[in-house]
């Protein structure tokens, strides 16, 4: 229980700035004078950069040390928020974001939290795995709303006679803090976290084929998450209908908030349909409304698809967590945690760049398209690939 309200307050504080950021990285770098195209490529520095952080977490991580991990991963991302305060230029930019895993995803999956998913297993039985993991989510997603609610404070301040491109770079002071404080929180944990930590183990065949398989198909749904980032979904809000960052603040804390309530709504579900059935057939709905937001004829409108699209996007988020530690054994969980993260963050880092792209050179909506389109080809595949693999607690 202990360690579970370490991880659960960790969570919190990194969940807190990531959101803030997420609003907010796009609609700075844009202050700065970036191009579209340099945004892009920014904010994929900074996921390659938790890329490589989540490698060394997969395959050293239970050898390092848990808690040891932990605490550095909060120590470079509170250098990354320093870094976005003080920096200029775009390269010097992308170079502390990668250095400092810089997130504009506005949602966290970095290598902190695939190390949390190990140790939370080890917490409750597997009947209240499912159940953890909707509350780990719940407070993360409290933690991304109220983020991105941090982000009208710019124009706020702008208000009291703040310049407001400082005021937007002061908030990444904030996003350091934020992450800094998570230092103490991992030298807390007590030993047990380290339970199943040590030399990894050879996995066992039966478990590599599922992770292997399971992660492939995560790599697409990755890549067009990726295409949807919050900091290039802020910036279509912007560009398209020329709305201040209150109001997109305002309309992601809603978002995050609703992302909040579903993942209880998920563990509701997966006790009643399965965990796959519970992944595929809430995503689908959401990739429909979010291919409309692009058609939106003004923001009011936008607005509220993308609601009630993010009030079904993460029902999958607590279920897929819970589905991949339960197929495998618990000495095999931060590898299998790892592996799956390791492929989707891969593919966010590698998307925005090209999303950038696409939408300087083809069209602003362009990125939402494509992405809805292969979040429903890999649900489809998904749903026919894992339907028959039962977790313990459904057989």
Known sequence: MHDRRLIFAAAFLRALATGMA???LGLTLARLGFSAAAIGAVLSAGLAGATLALVVVTWAGDR?????????????????????ALVDSPLAMAAAAFVGILNGMGRDRGAALVLEQAILPATVDDAGRTGAFARYNLLTDIGHALGALLAAAPTLLAALGVDETQAFRGMFLLYAGLLAAGAPLALALSPAAETGAGPRQSVSPESRKIVLKISALFAIDSIAGGFLGSALLSYFFF????????????LFFAARVLNALSHLGAAWLAARIGLVNTMVFTHIPSSVLLASVAFAPNFGVAALLFLLREGLVEMDVPTRQSYVMAVVAPEERTWASGVTHLVRLGGWAVAPAFAGWLMQAAALAAPLIIGAGMKIAYDLMLWRAFRKLKPPEER
């Open 239 to 250: 560009e398209r209908f020329a709305v201040s960052a209150a109001w997109i603040g305002s």
């Open 22 to 24: 997420g609003v907010l």
């Open 64 to 84: 390092i040390g848990r808690r040891r991990c932990l605490l550095g991963l909060s120590l470079l991302g509170a250098a990354g928020g320093l870094g976005a």
